[in-house]
């Protein structure tokens, strides 16, 4: 059983209301989660010693997470990853978004669903997060009701995402959580072994948009699908790191997504999901200059993402799986996080 606890993480600034932070405990996870984008700010998770240590990257006070910071622990709206030149074609007719990450869109915007305060509600062993995202809100078409709920079951962290929309819109949501099983603030993720089950992956332009491709791993620096020490691995191959989508089983049902092992601690991290995709991410960008928990710093390859989510710029990519949500449809996705010692 997990128990939740609740309180003030902090105040927003000029009135904008109070973050609350939601800590979910159960015999082998401790978690905390705010109202400030519905944001994973700690996870701490056993070694094999029993040692716990927070496995997340992050800040201790709110002030961390109103800076320009990228993306740590939160929920990603209303359209995670990018969208090529931030413009797409509903109906016939054509929508405009805010250029974030020249040339394109990136994670729902200027002011996503990661910037605002969500309203909570208290569950016997998780919390519920909703909101109502109006009508033209960063250039998206239609009311969009979102409700995100985080759930604890001994080592699992189960994330489910709802929403149902006003009119057409894309809609793909996930959560930005940055990793690292030695524990955060630990300078680097090459230790780390990791597996993802996904035959193909999109190769992306300079941009980071898809190209439309969807290539086979085979042969190729992305076939992951038998374990891979990740500092060996991007030696090997010469590459500046991952932020790609890997495509996974086309399923609505639960499946496998990911394992990540590291060896010196022996925590695990499995990952499984109903979404057709998983952006995996390095921290190519962190760049050391962000302090975090505990004085920690963040440098490039410091922490990995594990986004599952739809193919990034399925709206203008007619062959990737569909990503409207249109009236009287309901977006239903989970995604289980499962920590274990090997």
């Not at 240590?53 to 990018?82: C, T, W």
Request: proline share 6%.
């Amino acid at each position: 059983m997990a128990s939740v606890t609740r309180a003030v993480f902090g105040e927003l600034p000029s009135g904008g209301g109070t973050v609350e932070k939601f800590q979910l405990q159960s015999d082998l996870l401790r978690v905390d989660i705010i109202s400030w984008g519905c944001t994973i700010t700690a996870l701490e998770v056993k070694d094999r010693q029993g040692r716990a240590s927070d496995v997340v990257l992050g800040f201790a006070e709110l002030e961390g997470y109103l800076q320009k910071q990228p993306y740590f622990g939160a929920v990603i709206g209303r359209v995670a990853n990018r969208i090529a030149k931030g413009t797409f074609k509903v109906d016939g007719k054509e929508y405009h978004l805010a250029i974030n990450k020249e040339p394109n869109s990136l994670h729902g915007g200027v002011r996503g669903f990661d910037k605002v305060l969500w309203t909570p509600w208290v569950l016997s062993n998780g919390v519920q997060f909703s909101r109502v995202s109006p009508d033209g809100e960063e250039g998206y078409p239609g009311e969009l009701k979102v409700w995100v709920t985080y759930t604890l079951d001994g080592g699992e962290l189960v994330v489910n995402y709802r929403a149902q929309a006003s009119q057409a819109t894309p809609v793909n949501l996930t959560n930005h959580s940055y990793f690292n099983l030695a524990g955060q603030g630990s300078p680097n993720i090459y230790g780390h072994e990791v597996t993802i089950e996904a035959d193909t992956y999109l190769p992306v332009d300079e941009t980071l948009i898809p190209i439309g491709e969807v290539a086979p791993v085979q042969g190729t620096a992305f076939d992951l699908r038998k374990p891979v020490e990740l500092g060996k691995h991007l030696q090997d191959f010469q590459l500046n790191g991952f932020d790609h989508n890997f495509c996974l089983k086309g399923s609505k049902e639960k499946h496998f997504c990911a394992r990540v092992h590291h060896a010196a601690s022996g925590r695990v991290l499995e990952v499984y999901t109903t979404q057709p995709g998983v952006q995996f991410y390095t921290g190519n960008f962190l760049d050391g200059t962000l302090k975090g928990k505990n004085g920690a710093v963040y440098p490039k390859h410091s922490g990995f993402c594990l986004e599952t989510q739809n193919w990034p710029d399925a709206v203008n990519q007619p062959h990737f799986p569909p990503v409207l949500l249109r009236p009287g449809e309901e977006y239903d996705h989970t995604t289980w996080f499962k920590f274990s010692v090997a």
